[in-house]
């Protein structure tokens, strides 16, 4: 006997444009089934949740279009995440905020404007930093760029604990360029040497601009009547409103 399960197509806020031609997610849509019982093994997973990998694990098992997790961008990530709850336990999220219960409804969370035209296939942009003039290609990144500078900086630390590398290591995965140059010593003797803080922040800046996402914040009003831009927590709860 087939049993068949039902699915979803999701729109993906980069809209597929920072994907090579011909990726699967070039179409900028993925496939998407609702949850099992089967998902909800993987989240009381303990070994998941203590290696930090059970929302991978989680989204890994939901998607139904075939492609390489690893070229997932972060901010389409970010989308499928907050399908999957709309999917498996509706939009209806209550948190406890400010000492009292809101109810977030996370169908209303857009994604986020971003301020250049993207052109199709390509994920690089170019920035004059404004200090040193030097000219810097970087990249949106994925969620294998992700996993290489996690494991980068872990790798950092069991050689010298007291190493705090979180921001150039970010870096040095995000710069693809330094003054027409692709060669990655190069890249990263830039970093490491001559990377102005003025010019690190700028880059940032650009990279918050044209990196698609979706905007995990909500609109909180306050009795006086002001409004206050708040982040959605993404908590036990999140997967688990009867927990």
Do not use: C
Request: aromatic share 8%.
């Amino acid at each position: 006997m087939e049993f068949k399960l039902p699915t979803e197509t999701i729109e993906l806020p980069s809209k597929g444009l920072l994907y090579p031609e011909g990726h699967p997610l070039a179409s900028g849509t993925i496939e998407m089934k609702y949850m099992t019982a089967k998902e909800e093994d993987i989240l009381t997973n303990q070994n998941y949740i203590n290696n930090g990998t059970v929302i991978d694990k989680l989204l890994k098992s939901l998607i139904v279009t075939e492609f390489n997790y690893n070229d997932l961008l972060v901010g389409d990530k970010n989308a499928i995440m907050i399908a999957a709850r709309i999917l498996s336990y509706g939009k209806d999220y209550p948190i406890q905020y400010n000492r009292e219960e809101i109810v977030v409804d996370l169908s209303l969370l857009d994604n986020k404007e971003h301020k250049v035209e993207y052109q199709r296939g390509n994920n690089e942009f170019t920035v004059t930093l404004p200090k040193s003039g030097n000219e810097v290609i970087f990249k949106v990144l994925t969620h294998g760029d992700e996993l290489a500078i996690d494991n980068e900086i872990k790798g950092l630390l069991k050689i010298n604990k007291n190493n705090a590398t979180d921001v150039t290591t970010r870096l040095k995965h995000m710069i693809v360029a330094v003054n027409g140059s692709r060669e990655r010593a190069v890249v990263r003797k830039f970093i490491d040497n001559y990377l102005l803080a003025a010019d690190a922040r700028a880059i940032r800046e650009e990279y918050s601009k044209v990196s698609p996402d979706i905007n995990l914040k909500f609109t909180y009003t306050h009795e006086d009547g002001s409004e206050e831009e708040v982040a959605v927590p993404i908590g036990l709860t999140f997967f688990w409103p009867d927990a």
